[in-house]
Nanobody
Framework: QVQLVESGGGLVQAGGSLRLSCAASGRTFSSYAVGWFRQAPGKEREFVAAISWSGGNTYYADSVKGRFTISRDNAKNTVYLQMNSLKPEDTAVYYC???????????????WGQGTQVTVSS
């Protein structure tokens, strides 16, 4: 079992930055891949970024590539999402998710956090 808690969301102006954290419980967290997803009102939950269990492989949605960076510190059981050059269209609830295999779709992840709101004003 893995429990995930996101933090770091908030209100920021366009062009600004935020760093989201995903803190996990469970001593096997280092063996899990982690993905970040987001969901805007009235829209489907969409893939943002993912990182392999070792941190050696990272993947990004085209919409965030070059602006967002995913990283992890397994000693701290935490995964981060650094978000730079934020745009109003990045506004959404951001969720982290974990599973033994890395995936790009929500149904591929068994464990989810409660989400954190990110709002980017124009």
């Amino acid at each position: 079992q893995v429990q995930l808690v996101e933090s770091g969301g908030g209100l920021v102006q366009a062009g600004g930055s935020l760093r989201l954290s995903c803190a996990a419980s469970g001593r096997t967290f280092s063996s899990y891949a982690v993905g970040w997803f987001r969901q805007a009102p009235g829209k489907e939950r969409e893939f943002v970024a993912a990182i392999s269990w070792s941190g050696g492989n990272t993947y990004y949605a085209d919409s965030v590539k070059g602006r967002f960076t995913i990283s992890r510190d397994n000693a701290k059981n935490t995964v981060y999402l650094q978000m730079n050059s934020l745009k109003p269209e990045d506004t959404a609830v951001y969720y982290c998710a974990a599973d033994t295999l890395l995936g790009y779709y929500p149904h591929e992840y068994d464990y989810w956090g409660q989400g954190t709101q990110v709002t980017v004003s124009s």
